[in-house]
């Protein structure tokens, strides 16, 4: 059997975040297309700036040696990062608003120099820019994800999986984030995954632990929901889930857009059309 990576149904945490929120919302945010421009759509919001932001300086500061990780000032490339985002192109409603998000930034990142804890050590980068596993060669199904830190323990030739957190709240007990990235890492280097922490940069000092998953049971959850993705992708069968004409708090901001509410604000990097809500737009 030939395996064909562009046939095969790619799936992620976030993908399966939005299909388990919505299967309608999943169709507009991984199927869907603009007719006119045969571009795939993304909504910016504020939130997402914020997230957007930290990550790209964090993740610039794993490509460089441990000597020079803080050889520059986080908080000037933030300002930097950030004129990616600022305004419009953030979703920001106004001045006010940016201004808010953006201290909270400036924030982690004071924070984060504080307390650099982990981010002096040793990390290991995978082989690929995004990891990726046939989580099914019989069902034509692609586990993917990219993790945002992997520290290394020389000591166990182990190494650690850290994700940041930039929102304000706790990532829910039975989350598949990181399940998914242990799978990830396990299938795409050859280390022992000794432990595994959420960063909430907002208001931690270091990475906060959590327990070590079961792989199969982990694998098995996965695999139960991304066959539903396949089969729904199959029938192209995208059903809102609170089955509501005016559709749920998930998939109605992309209804919105579909109907013209919105305010196009250019591409991102993945070549997608990126689309701004007024605010009396989103729950339309």
Same mark, same amino acid.
């Given at each position: ?16 975040? #939005? ?5 309608? %919302? ?15 759509? +993304? /909504? ?7 997230? &957007?932001?930290v990550?790209?300086?964090? #993740? !610039? ?28 192109? =953030?979703?920001? /409603? ?9 201290? !909270? ?24 820019d ?7 060669? +019989? ?21 650690? /999986? ?6 304000? !709240? ?16 396990? &299938?795409?280097?050859?280390r ?25 049971? %982990? ?8 066959? !539903? /993705?396949k ?8 059903k ?6 005016? =559709?749920c708090?998930?998939?109605?901001? @992309?209804?919105?857009i579909?109907? =013209? ?9 993945? #070549?997608r059309?990126? @689309?701004?809500?007024p ?6």
């Open positions: 059997m030939v395996l064909d990576k562009y046939s095969a149904v790619w799936i992620s945490h976030s993908s399966i975040s #939005d299909f388990i929120a919505c299967p309608k %919302a999943y169709f507009y945010a991984n199927v869907y297309k603009n007719p006119r421009s045969g571009k795939k759509i +993304t /909504i910016m919001n504020s939130a997402l700036a914020l997230g &957007q932001a990550h790209e300086v964090l #993740d !610039r500061l794993s490509d460089l040696p441990v000597d020079q990780r803080f050889s520059q000032p986080l908080e000037d490339v933030f300002k930097s990062v950030w004129e990616l985002v600022s305004g419009k192109k =953030g979703g920001f /409603i106004n001045a006010e608003e940016e201004k808010d998000f953006y201290d !909270r930034g400036i924030l982690m990142m004071q924070n984060v120099t504080q307390h650099p804890g982990i981010l002096l050590n040793k990390a290991v980068k995978l082989p690929m995004l990891p990726n596993f046939w989580l099914s060669e +019989t069902e034509g199904i692609i586990l993917c994800g990219k993790i945002d830190w992997i520290e290394y323990f020389p000591e166990t030739d182990s190494i650690h /999986i850290i994700d940041f957190k930039t929102g304000k !709240r706790d990532e829910k007990e039975d989350s598949l984030q990181l399940p998914i990235y242990y799978l990830l890492v396990s &299938q795409c280097q050859k022992k995954v000794e432990k595994m922490s959420f960063w909430y940069l907002d208001r931690d000092i270091e990475p906060k632990k959590i327990p070590m998953p079961n792989a199969e049971k %982990a694998k098995a959850e996965i695999m139960k929901i991304a066959v !539903r /993705i089969l729904a992708r199959q029938l192209n069968h995208f809102c889930s609170k089955d509501d004409k005016f =559709g708090r998930n998939c109605a901001p @992309y209804e919105a579909i109907k =013209g509410r919105g305010e196009f604000v250019g591409t991102n990097m993945y #070549d059309e990126v @689309y701004i809500l605010e009396e737009a989103k729950s339309l």
